[in-house]
């Protein structure tokens, strides 16, 4: 049996992964596979498969080189034929769209249903280096000055990313209008979308009259609410189970208990994750890779049970290389934080090469990333964990987090990545700027694939520089 | 016009009823002029919509004239504008959850929780009488409204859109009196065209007049102009109210939003229009996403005209609307 020789963690690029890839003992390889299936659940291959398959981006990233970094990328750049092979084994494929991290909750309490979100794809145009899908959403009538999400619309109407779904929950309301109208764009396409109501969350800030405080209720990020936004999203969330349950025929309440369970198992690992990474004084782990690790908790990646193992495995690592001091970017690097996730991974890699390092992020996921309450009724713990999200309030509440640590000087510099007319962007940025203004803030719009050009390699050295 | 004492609001959902139940006068935020709209942008980015631009820069100009604004979920920006205010003025503000989907529910509990916090804040109390006597009162001027649209729908159209949006602006900013009851006689035989798209601004006189050299506009879904009025409160009771409008000409951004389409295309037909003329503002998503479905399944030719306020393009419009005029013509006579 190959020994694995010492790794030094550093960030490594294509060529490097392959080399080092063939060091990896053949048990390893077969011992990681999703849906626990050896036949053909084995995701565990180099980056540079995927760049074959079309992830040209590849080849300029670099990754960490932990083995347990390389499990996390073959098992996320998988995700596609995870969900084709789902299908072949009769699994109920459920789109989930619009709320971000809440109802695919309910959608694992049912047997043999596989949630995912098509609003990840619009990673995959940069991944690419392909302007295919964004040119199909143009010829579907989608404007070019909006959101990048708009991809899920060329998904659908390609129909080769994902198998078409068993059911689609669309969720609308006080969230991002430029979501909404792509999937408004997929329904007109033929396709049967549940529609699911996302109340604002409306803070006192928001009432005319100074609120009794026995009416509101706060969440655990601290934000205050009228109780009656509980009941509309309790609400919406019994409407969802009973169209699961008529779906399966199955009806479980017990199993939204373990899941809940389950779903706080990972949130607990990824709020420690992000804790090691920010306190330490080497960075253990890049930015890209602690990006995808905060996606995951959105769905797991079409197979939580596989995707909670390998952030456990990831878990491990990274404290181990903070017991021992040592990690993948300079001692000195900047702390910054990042508001709104880059649709472009080269950023991350781009930002961190300047000699940033990012300690918080507002990915717009804030839902995601809190614990569901255990002692209280499932589905009303579900709505009070949605409350938290990060569109249903106003910028204050979005940024409080990191200006409270801006203010003990744990963030440098906000960098805020934008997409030119999308509808939160164009109203929060300014807003965010004057909270932040305390440390230097920059914000750019990030281009379609290929733009990242010198001008905004400029401006972000510039950021650095004045961050120094 | 005097300003003072006003009630904003931003969208058709929420009853104005309960807005002049305050003694105040409510005023529909729908301005859409350039000045504003640079005002607006010292707050927001370029990449808003101007509508939203221009309504921050009327805000920030007229702050002492607004006793409160109540904002709706109805459209992201214009609801992330009251954010804006609550952050930059010290206007109250509040924040009605208007549902996209049909959750009446939803509708009719924000509207019980609308009507506690105006009788709260104004310390008035709306009871069966208040709220009769303002339903009757809007009623009417609605009624009145829909008499004189009767007359631009007419075949042939008698009354000018121009006429309309003047005398229509009475009402969505609160002026119902003011209403008045001589009424041009304006017919034309120009060709007749169906007006939609992005909300119709106060100041969009001169689009209205460069369509109308050579057209007559003669039915619209146009939240500016005369959407609102075709809102019916039969029984003038809250629930009425809820009733009335929660099913209202429904907004092209419910979920889903077949009903916007099976209304445009009734009213298209009823109006005997012969194109469609889609005004849409830039960054204005619900309408720009919407405009290749709207080609598909409105059955018309569609002229889609983009804006931002500034008419610097005026000219190029003009030269698109002559385009189109030719095309209506090959259209009418079969050949298209």
Known sequence: MKKTKRIFPKKIGLSTWSKQFEEIPDETIKRHKYYNNSEWGIYLSPPATFMVYGARELQRLRFDNSIEALRMWGFVFNETERLFRARQINRKIIATTGDLGTVPVLVLSFPDCVPFYPECLWWTPFFKESTDLLDTASKLGLPEATCFSRVVASAFYKRSYFPKPDLIIGSTGASCDDYSCVMQVVENMGYDIMWVEIPFRRSPDFLLNKPRQQELEKTQLGFFYPKIIEDYLTREYQRIWQALFKLTGVNNPHRLVETIEKVNHLRNLVAEIKKLNADAEVAPLPALELMTIEFGNLYGYADFDEWLEIVKMIHNMVKRRVEKGIGVLKKDAIPIAWITPSADPYLLNLVEDLGCRVVDSEYVINQAMIQIEEKIEPMRALARSFINASLIGSPEERVKNIKGKIAKKLIKGVLITNMLGASHCSMETRIIERLLGDVPTLSIDVPAPFGITQQIKTRLEAFVETIK | ?336
């Open chain 2, 1 to 336: 016009m005097e300003l003072t004492g006003l009630v904003g609001y931003t969208c058709s959902y929420i009853p104005v009823e309960l807005l002049s139940a305050t003694g105040l006068r409510p005023y529909r935020l729908l301005h859409g002029d350039i000045n504003l709209s640079q005002k607006g942008e010292q707050l927001v980015r370029v990449d808003a919509c101007p509508l939203v631009k221009s309504n921050l820069g009327f805000i920030l100009e007229n702050q002492k004239n607004f006793a409160c604004i109540i904002g709706s979920t109805g459209c992201d920006m214009s609801r992330r504008m009251i954010e804006v205010v609550r952050f930059m003025t010290d206007i109250p503000v509040y924040l009605f959850n208007n549902p996209r989907t049909e959750n009446f529910e939803i509708y009719a509990n924000e509207i019980d929780l609308l009507v506690k916090e105006l009788e709260q804040y104004f310390r008035r109390r709306f009871d069966k009488g208040v709220i009769q006597k303002e339903c009757e009162r809007w009623e009417k001027a609605r009624q009145r409204l829909r008499e004189i649209d009767a007359r631009r729908r007419a075949n042939p159209s008698t009354l000018s859109t121009k006429t309309f949006h003047g005398m229509v602006r009475y009402f969505h900013q609160g002026e119902i009196e003011n209403i008045t009851s001589e009424i041009p006689q304006e017919m034309s035989y120009k060709p007749r065209v169906y007006l939609l798209g992005s909300p119709l601004s106060y100041e969009a006189g001169p689009i209205i007049d460069l369509i109308e050299q050579r057209l007559r506009i003669c039915g619209d879904f146009s939240c500016g102009l005369s959407r609102g009025i075709y809102i019916k409160v039969r029984e003038k009771t809250l629930d009425g109210l809820k009733q009335s409008y929660f099913h209202q000409p429904p907004c092209i951004f419910r979920r889903p939003n077949k009903k916007y389409y099976e209304w445009v295309e009734k009213d298209v037909k009823e109006t005997k229009s012969t194109g469609i003329i889609a005004i849409v503002l830039d960054y204005c998503d619900n309408f720009d996403f919407e405009l290749l479905s709207m080609e598909k399944g409105l059955t018309l030719p569609i002229l889609k005209l983009k804006s931002d306020f500034s008419y610097q393009n005026l000219s190029q419009l003009k030269v698109r609307i002559d385009a189109f005029i030719e095309v209506l013509g090959s259209y009418r006579g079969g050949i298209v």
